[in-house]
């Protein structure tokens, strides 16, 4: 039975409009249930209905079947993909093979509105983002120290923090300078709002869920979770607007914030914003709320992801202390060659050619996403048309397909294409052990500088996705989440509560859910600032 949504104390009286418009929408959702009814899956099924363990059923796919698609009985049924497909799908078009359609459908675009203009976000980061990314480096360290200073304060004895909590309000600050620009990133409501967006989104998705499908165009509007992520959109729509009314005049009169006439960023408010209209189609170029909206995909995007991946490295340094010296001496060494910039408040900033010189954190950032990685799973797509398989399968439309990115962690880096060479193949140790500079001891090998970046997809390094679908943000995030390390590691000690010795410890769990990982949000450390 779904949820109690109206009072019954009172009759409703619907008109004869409202009662013809809700037999269309009925008929609608039927001639397209049966028009795209999912065809029966002929693939193995692996796991339990209803209760899929995807550690356990990946890692049996992965055993039983390597060369055969295999089905999870999730809700909807999930096809992974066989590895030796991936050269062939990775590179097919929308019309094949959709990560858009397959946004939605997970979202319930058509009731969250998240993610329904996604292509204009991706599009910008790709295109606009990605060219600047460097140049963002000055901005992001100066915003960096008034995020610390503002979040852990003055802290000249160990103060304990709710680590994934101050994480979020320090990327939130420093991601807002790019993507709006000050003084609104540092607004609260915009801070709140540009955080709670995102668990907001899955609570609403989640709440109409509980309805069967052809209510929920008239249900939804009612809902508590949806009205709240209303609210967020509003809200944002509401803070963005002075922004966006400076775009608008600029943008007619033909300027483009941004740099958009070489590669250097203008850390000016408003910049990303003109990026964006750019992408937009005409008749949603002035509209706030449509502008708010895709604000709020790029920070749902965006914000938690690199605010995980600084949680999990900050806790793998913090149980293995042992490799915060090393990364120091690297950022050291790297500072005396380069020489360092001076921000706006008189404090040290590496310049941005020299993040590309830290190899050793570079490793680090790719061995904890490598044994944290924010799912199980990669290249989530759903077939817009049939798919026909090298291996002879053919995968039906309407088929949510992945690949088991599960198993290619547990492996470790493929090093079989390395020269077999004693003299100059490194001694990696096992894949389960974390050891933060396998990557970088990897690039010392002839030909093989810029294969096992943090950045670099390929089928055996799928965290960030592979081919057309692999994240295009993940050049600002390395960026973001470099210059933070720099700093924490430059000018904070940080460890576990309690580990007065520094000597490490016991790294406490991740959060498993389905086929993703997340960060506990219980977890604490203690920081204090270096003498």
Known sequence: MSPALFDGSKP?????????????????????TILFWPQKLDFPVVGKPGSVNWQEALREGAARYPNTPFTLPSDPPMVVLPHCTNDEVRLLPEEKTSFQKELERIFLSAHTKFGRDAPVVVKTVKTDLTRHVASTTGPLQDELHYALDTELGTCESWNKVILLQKVLRIVALISGRVFVGRPLSRDEEWLQTSINYTADCIKAKNAALQWPAWTRYFVAPFLPEIQKVQAHTNKAAELLKPVINGCIQRFREGKVLGGESGDEFEDDQGAFVSWMM???????????????????????????????????????????????????????????????????????????????????????????????????????????????????????????????????????????????????????????????????????????????????????????????????????????????????????????????????????????LGNLIHPNPAVQLEFKRRA
């Open 12 to 32: 409703m009286v619907m008109s004869p409009l409202f009662l013809g418009a809700s037999a269309l929408v009925i008929l609608a959702y039927l001639i397209r």
């Open 278 to 512: 750019k992408h937009t189609s005409p008749e949603l170029r002035e509209n706030p709320y449509n502008l708010a909206v895709n604000q709020l995909t790029l920070s749902f995007a965006s914000i938690h992801t690199t605010s995980s991946a600084i949680y999990h490295i900050l806790l793998d340094l913090a149980s293995h202390p042992e490799f915060i010296a090393p990364l120091r001496e690297e950022i050291e060494q790297v500072i005396a060659e380069d020489g360092f910039d001076i921000d706006g408040n008189g404090k040290e900033c590496l310049k941005k050619q020299s993040l590309t010189k830290l190899k050793k954190l570079d490793s680090l950032l790719k061995e904890s996403q490598r044994l944290s990685p924010p799912s199980m799973t990669a290249s989530l797509r759903v077939t817009t048309a049939p798919l026909h398989l090298s291996t002879g399968h053919t995968i039906p439309k309407g088929t949510s397909v992945v690949y088991d990115s599960h198993a290619v962690n547990l492996a470790g880096p493929n090093v079989s294409s390395l020269p077999n060479d004693p003299s100059t193949m490194p001694k990696l140790d096992p894949p389960n052990v974390f050891s933060p500079f396998r990557f970088s001891s990897i690039r010392e090998t002839p030909g093989n500088n810029s294969k096992y970046q943090y950045v670099t997809t390929s089928k055996d390094s799928m965290n960030f996705g592979h081919g057309n679908h692999a994240c295009p943000g993940r050049f600002f995030a390395g960026v973001e989440i470099k210059v933070v390390m720099v700093e924490l590691l430059r000018n904070w000690e940080f460890r576990n509560i309690g580990d007065k010795e520094m000597k490490g410890g016991e790294r406490p769990g991740n959060i498993v």
